[in-house]
């Protein structure tokens, strides 16, 4: 941890939402003019799309393997955190999606990466969005250098409905398909993805209210009307609990540590928790 040099990581896996928590973000550094190096876990794949599909045609890796350390720069990721808590820089590059018109535009392929560089100077903080935040294992420990550290986890059978909705409509992907990715990933989901949640500074879990005992055969993703968020924070002293209650109309607390608010407040809600703590780290950075 820096207080200099402050790094924030949303860790969650693909489809779990942490896009949205990452906008979410976004709008809170830009309306508090905060300068924020703003990176993506997947530019810390090892390998391309094109190199995906062919071991994935081995047998040998695919998608389910993105969540897998082995299939990523792990120690390229850590040494970025490393790097910015100590100096304020770091190398990092970018994965080029379908939709990135701007590097499409100046001559990247999509599902390649662009070349290794250095992250734009006189950033006030670094902003992490991918898988692997909060990975602590034998080899690495990457959530200490994390000064907050935010889980977003749907309970699994929502996540997986997510993720069978988003893979057949948007990517144009066969059910079969995504289900067996689903199931060929879930050894390296179980040991390399669920563990960060317990390194987490604060949690964000969604909740459906309506019936998705058969991810399967569920054909549409349960509404923001139709789903609780259950908040977890993992250190209570700079939480005030009762504002919370007051400002989120329909929140509870469920325990001494849990808020759990209707899913249509879930915006309102990171705002309210969120920007404290961000203010909080920059109030605490030496300037001189």
Do not use: C
């Not at 987490?200 to 968020?229: A, G, M, W």
């Not at 700079?238 to 007051?246: E, G, T």
């Amino acid at each position: 941890m820096s207080r200099r040099h402050p790094i924030i990581a949303v860790t969650g896996s693909s489809g779990a939402g942490t896009t949205t928590t990452g906008r979410s973000f976004s709008r809170i550094f830009a309306s508090e003019g905060i300068q924020a190096a703003m990176v993506s876990g997947d530019s810390f794949h090892r390998y391309n799309r094109e190199q995906m599909t062919r071991l994935a045609a081995k047998g040998q890796f695919g998608e389910r393997n993105h969540f897998a350390l082995a299939a990523n720069h792990i120690d390229k990721l850590e040494a970025l955190f490393y790097d910015y808590g100590h100096t304020g820089s770091g190398q990092f590059r970018r994965y080029v999606h379908d939709e990135d018109k701007d590097l499409i535009d100046a001559g990247h392929k999509p599902g390649t990466f662009t070349s290794w560089a250095a992250l734009p100077s006189d950033t006030d903080l670094l902003f992490y969005e991918g898988l692997h935040g909060g990975v602590t294992s034998e080899s690495y420990n990457i959530a200490q250098y994390v000064d907050l550290l935010i889980g977003v986890v749907p309970i699994v059978n929502l996540e997986w409905i997510q993720k069978i909705n988003r893979d057949t409509h948007q990517r144009g992907y066969s059910q079969d398909a995504v289900v067996k990715t689903i199931i060929n990933r879930m050894d390296d989901y179980v040991h390399d993805i669920v563990p960060q949640f317990s390194q987490t500074h604060v949690n964000f879990q969604r909740i459906p209210l309506v019936d998705t005992s058969n991810p399967f055969v569920v054909r549409d993703v349960p509404t923001e009307d139709e789903s609780l968020v259950v908040i977890r924070f993992r250190e209570l002293s700079s939480v005030d609990f009762p504002y919370l209650l007051r400002m989120i109309d329909g929140s509870r607390v469920s325990r001494y540590d849990t808020l759990v608010i209707p899913g249509t407040k879930l915006s309102l809600a990171m705002d309210l928790i969120m920007r404290p703590m961000v203010l909080d780290l920059m109030a605490h950075k030496p300037f001189a």
